[in-house]
């Protein structure tokens, strides 16, 4: 989709290419324009780091001497020749793709992390949703993302002198934001009408350049509509079920019909978790309406290219709404779609279709609509993957969880985006330039980087830490501080060789921020350790309902009040972006103490790879699968999955083992130094945990993944479902379920020799081709070996019986009881059992 360039105001004629630059996201993380925006305006710049700003904030008379200026104008082209190259260069994608998604990967995520410049998210998700555009960027993979565009972003925090939170919410001017209006071919701004009841809702659309992808933006604001209406996109995750609705409508609903207005008909459609679940449902009926098929058509059709990616790791985390609110703001829709409320509430519970429960008739939810429309869906880390699985279990009764259609992708980070200067340089020595935009190996050897190099680069990083730290303490602590000794809580007492740790993350009880807190002494002996002191850095907000959460900063500011604290233990006020990129960059230990098994996945742990941090986190999310002990520390290692109501249970447990680790093992790593002064064991920890986990923890590699593994086979699939395909599919679908019922097993039996046993089993199939159906043999797991599932072979027909055939398999022994067969669909054209989840056992 070439767009035209945006020129909202008049500049010099020479300069009109600072237009483009300054609106393509890419100088967030590529710092190559860094000093052309100084040049421009260096406070705005350094304030904001906000290119788009920068330019539409500079005097015209200033533009114009700059124009003049040739120092500036050969700064500018060179970077407009860059800028050239990097739009034209040859990427992954189109080197090793075969342009099989040239239609586009339609993205869609409620928020977005980007930059600061750009406050469209809270956390996480949204950075992951920014982490992912910028890598499909790099390479190549053509992406257009779908979001909102909030006139508030989350809240800025401040804390008080008594420790409690205080939340602004500033205004987001799109004017002031690196966002275009986005206009069609006529230069008309676009925008995307849904129906309401009793109206219109007229969504207004923008778009920010993210590299080669783009992000496709919704507001509501527009003064042509109802004054509640202009409201719907004014704050991210509202608590009102009924806001939270309308937004899901405008990002699923407007968010699919803008691309069809675009002429973009996407070859693969990706939710990013569950709020955007209706573009599933209206991609389905504008199927429908395109090909004049039935719903049920348009749904196998689609469903293919749909991917489902959930971060949820308890079932009360999905979105769902009661049927009076579906009702009151899906109504109108509905009726323009041909869709009854029936239809709805059915594809949003938990059923299979069969028989619907009581309290799932009664909401509508986008999890189970999700799961209804998708052709694939996945967790985020192999726990998480587990844990999905069981969430997902009431869709599929009679299946066993390991069965459940769930597959995982673990997160990965941006690292253009997280790695200091001091690491880009040394990295660059021994990987190259575009070592981060190119498939890499997953193990990368800093072979040529010596442990000086290493270990100098932490120094540079530490220092540099301990600095932004102060600057920052000086101008938003220091009047706050209870007294005791004002040039500790300006940061005077943080030490350049002291060993630092670092905590940033959402205020919340899973992620147990108060573990270091549960014994307060012994924390305290460490601080102040004469020859091995500790200091810590925290930062992070409590969601303003979250009361807990924000009890829990009240905590840790009480005891860093303390004398003995003072200075050696400091939080930064407005965890955001920047605050992160700053704080993992100089930390030596990144701590993250989440609740096993409520970390879905985590990523914060993964943006200090690239700097040689080290890691001491949970055996939960992405350091289940990352740890191991030389790269790091674990509390509880080899943890099983179990229940999320006993989870709690290990809190105490958890505490004394993270105490132990620290006392027994990090500090004396840290401090345990050889003859030239460095801790040969820590720097060894650095090497193995750069070299094997940054590249594996990267954003390339996930996206790499979703591509290879994900979008591109969907395609094929998708492919195969023209408009006749799939209305087969739908029809045989639907005789084979009016079957099902009447298919039964009988007379199984078994014969034992040589330790194997052969077991034979009958099955009537009523008239079901046996070519249909797979019989398999399943045992569980036990003492006797892991879970084992083979398939029987068909031997023959029952004598006598049209419909009945006879089913084999000879397998090692188990004890009697174990192997029990069960009957379920075979079909290669459709992924089973998430597509039909009919299945048949003995008992
Ligand atoms: C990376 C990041 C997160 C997510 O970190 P977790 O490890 O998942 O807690 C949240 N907020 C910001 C600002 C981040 O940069």
């Known amino acids: 989709m070439p767009l035209a360039a945006y020129t909202p105001r008049q500049i010099p004629e020479a300069l009109t290419g600072l237009f483009t630059l300054a609106l393509d996201l890419r100088w967030s993380w590529h710092h190559g324009s860094d000093d052309l925006w100084r040049a421009i305006d260096q406070e705005t710049w350094s304030a904001t780091r906000n290119a788009w700003l920068v330019l539409n904030s500079v005097s015209i008379d200033w533009l114009d001497s700059l124009a003049k200026d040739e120092t500036f104008q050969s700064l500018y082209e060179r970077q407009l020749e860059d800028y050239h190259q990097f739009t034209h260069a040859q990427t992954w994608y189109s080197d090793d793709c075969n342009g099989e998604l040239d239609n586009t990967v339609a993205f869609f995520c409620m928020e977005y992390g980007l930059s600061e410049s750009l406050p469209l998210y809270s956390g996480g998700l949204g950075v992951l949703a920014g982490d992912y555009l910028k890598a499909a960027s790099d390479l190549g993979v053509p992406v257009v993302a779908v979001g909102l565009l909030f006139q508030q972003g989350y809240f800025r925090q401040n804390i008080n002198a008594e420790g409690q939170q205080l939340e602004f919410y500033p205004y987001n001017d799109p004017t002031m934001l690196p966002v275009a209006p986005l206009t069609d071919k006529d230069g008309q701004w676009v925008r995307v009408v849904i129906p309401f009841a009793g109206r219109s809702v007229r969504l207004r659309a923008w778009r920010a350049q993210i590299g080669r992808c783009q992000l496709l933006l919704l507001d509501s604001n527009d003064p042509m509509n109802e004054p509640g209406d202009r409201g719907i996109t004014s704050e991210l995750y509202s608590s009102k079920p009924e806001k939270r609705l309308q937004q899901e409508i405008v990002l699923g609903i407007g968010g699919w019909r803008l691309l069809r207005q675009l002429g973009i008909e996407p070859a693969v459609c990706h939710i990013n978790e569950g709020h955007s679940a209706f573009a599933f449902l209206e991609r389905a009926l504008s199927w429908k309406n395109d090909h004049g098929t039935d719903f049920e058509t348009a749904r196998m059709a689609t469903r293919a290219t749909n991917l489902f990616t959930t971060h949820t790791p308890v079932a ?63 967790g985020v880390s192999r726990i998480h993957h587990q844990v999905t699985q069981t969430l997902f279990q009431p869709y599929f009764p009679r299946w066993p969880a390991e069965d459940i259609p769930v597959e995982y992708v673990t997160n990965g980070v941006h690292t253009p985006s997280w790695d200091s200067p001091e690491a880009d340089a040394l990295w660059t020595i021994a990987c190259g330039q575009d070592r981060w935009r190119r498939p ?107 009361q807990q959460g924000k009890e829990l900063i009240r905590r840790w500011k009480e005891f860093a ?15 955001d972006l920047g605050v992160a990129a700053q704080l993992i960059q100089g930390v030596d230990v990144w701590l993250n103490c989440p609740r096993h098994p409520w970390e879905a996945c985590g990523t914060s742990g993964m943006k200090i790879l690239v700097n040689g941090g080290l890691n001491l986190s949970q055996y939960d999310g992405w350091w289940a699968e990352a740890w191991s002990e030389d790269v790091g520390w674990a509390i509880r290692p080899g943890a099983d999955f179990e229940e999320l109501s006993r989870s709690n249970e290990h809190d105490h447990s958890d505490a004394l083992e993270l105490y132990d680790l620290l006392e027994n093992d990090v500090i004396p790593s840290f401090y345990t130094v050889n003859e030239e002064g460095r801790p040969e064991g820590w720097i060894k920890r650095i090497r193995a945990s750069m070299d094997g986990l940054t590249a594996r923890y ?31 599919m739908t029809s045989e679908c639907r005789e084979l379920e009016m079957q099902w019922s009447r298919l039964r097993f009988s007379s199984f039996e078994v014969t034992e020799s040589d330790g194997r046993q052969t077991y034979t089993v009958d099955a009537y199939l009523d008239g079901v081709p046996d070519s249909r159906v797979a019989v398999e043999l399943v045992a569980n797991a036990s003492e006797y070996g892991p879970r084992e599932v083979h398939e029987m072979t068909m031997k023959h027909q029952l004598e006598g019986s049209e419909h009945g055939f006879v089913y084999e398999c000879t397998v090692a022994s188990r004890p009697e009881g174990h192997f029990t067969p069960r009957l379920r669909i075979r079909d290669e054209r459709l992924n089973l059992p998430l597509e039909n989840a009919s299945v048949l056992w003995l008992k």
């Not at 999905?318 to 009726?335: A, E, K, Q, T, V």
């Not at 072979?447 to 990083?461: C, E, V, Y």
């Not at 060789?497 to 147990?512: C, P």
């Open 316 to 378: 009360a985390g999905f979105d769902h709404f009661s049927p009076s609110l579906i009702r009151l703001y899906l109504g109108p829709w509905m009726s323009s779609a041909g869709f009854t409320m029936d239809e709805l509430m059915r594809l949003g519970s938990s059923s299979g279709g069969h028989s619907l429960r009581a309290e799932d008739e009664a909401s509508l939810n986008m999890a189970y609509l999700g799961l209804k429309l998708c052709g694939r869906i996945n």
């Open 440 to 546: 890499m190996e997953l193990r990368t050897p800093l072979a040529s980087t010596s442990d000086t190099d290493l270990w100098s680069m932490r120094h540079s990083q530490r220092t540099r830490l301990v600095r932004y730290l102060r600057h920052r303490l000086s101008s938003q602590h220091c009047e706050h501080a209870r007294g005791n000794n004002p040039s500790a809580a300006c940061g005077l007492l943080l030490d350049n060789e002291t060993l630092t740790l670092g905590f940033a993350r959402r205020f919340t009880d899973y992620k147990r921020p108060d573990l270091l807190l549960k014994d307060p002494d012994r924390l305290m002996a460490m601080l102040n350790s004469r020859d091995h002191p500790l200091q810590i850095v925290l930062a992070g907000k409590a969601h303003p309902q979250d």
């Open 561 to 575: 009040f303390q004398p003995d604290a003072e200075g050696k233990v400091v939080f930064i006020e407005d965890y």
């Open 698 to 728: 990267s954003a390339n590699r996930m996206v790499r993944e979703y591509v290879e593994d994900f979008y591109l086979p969907m395609v094929k699939q998708g492919d195969f479902r023209t408009p006749d395909v799939a209305r087969a």
